[in-house]
Nanobody, 127 residues
Framework: QVQVAESGGGSVQAGGSLSLSCVISGLTDGRAYWAWFRQAPGKDREGVAVISESAAGYSTAYAASVKGRFYVTRDNAKNMVVLEMNGLKPEDTAMYYC??????????????????WGQGTQVTVSS
């Protein structure tokens, strides 16, 4: 049984930083795609970052709204993926979710492409 658990959310002022962690248990495929999504009240779930691993190394992709400010890394030995968020803005306020899929197809930042989801962790950025 795959379980996904996020941690590290909180409140921060604009311009600050936060780090979100996600532990994924029960998914033994080291080549699985892991991603972060977010959802603000009244808005659709939005892809933030995705990371994959292959023989050539790690591949990442970011939403345009966070590129250059957010960075995603993974540690397969710890079954953990981390989202480092810098230069936070009030519009980054949302519930952040960790997701994973063992599909061999590149899932991008499409929520429907992911099979396993955490419960989410709240990030609030004040101006």
């Amino acid at each position: 049984q795959v379980q996904v658990a996020e941690s590290g959310g909180g409140s921060v002022q604009a311009g600050g930083s936060l780090s979100l962690s996600c532990v994924i248990s029960g998914l033994t495929d080291g080549r699985a795609y892991w991603a972060w999504f977010r959802q603000a009240p009244g808005k659709d779930r939005e892809g933030v970052a995705v990371i994959s691993e292959s023989a050539a190394g790690y591949s990442t992709a970011y939403a345009a709204s966070v590129k250059g400010r957010f960075y995603v890394t993974r540690d397969n030995a710890k079954n953990m993926v981390v989202l480092e968020m810098n230069g936070l803005k009030p519009e980054d306020t949302a519930m952040y979710y960790c997701a994973a899929t063992a599909s061999r197809r590149w899932p991008g930042l499409i929520p429907e492409a992911y099979d396993y989801w955490g419960q989410g962790t709240q990030v609030t950025v004040s101006s």
